[in-house]
């Protein structure tokens, strides 16, 4: 079983920056994959970021609509994922919600409210 406690959200001015942390408990965390998801007002909820670890080196992909914007990464020995948020627009307005994959289940945090507005 894995639990996941999110922070970091909060009102930003469009340009602004966050960055949102999702610490896991459970023994595990090492070789999870890692996923953030968003979902603004009236839509489905969409991927944003993930990242996945093979031997020593973690493979980060990014939805097109954050790629070059967002980072996503994770530290290991702390059981934390994070992504930095940068140059955040209008439209990345929502919550978010991180997502660990253990090979066998899905396990989500609770989301954190993010908005962009001026």
């Known amino acids: 079983q894995v639990q996941l406690v999110e922070s970091g959200g909060g009102l930003v001015q469009p340009g602004g920056s966050l960055r949102l942390s999702c610490a896991a408990s459970?023994?595990?965390?090492?070789?999870?994959?890692l996923g953030w998801y968003r979902q603004a007002p009236g839509k489905e909820r969409e991927w944003v970021a993930g990242?996945?670890?093979?031997?020593?080196?973690?493979?980060?992909d990014y939805a097109d609509s954050v790629k070059g914007r967002f980072t996503i990464s994770r530290d290991n020995a702390k059981k934390t994922m994070y992504l930095q948020m940068n140059n955040l627009k209008p439209e990345d307005t929502g919550v978010y919600y991180c997502?660990?994959?253990?090979?066998?289940?899905?396990?989500w945090g609770q989301g954190t409210q993010v908005t962009v507005s001026s």
């Open positions: 997502k660990v994959n253990d090979g066998l289940h899905d396990y």
């Open positions: 459970g023994s595990g965390f090492s070789g999870y994959v």
């Open positions: 990242i996945s670890r093979r031997a020593i080196i973690n493979y980060a």
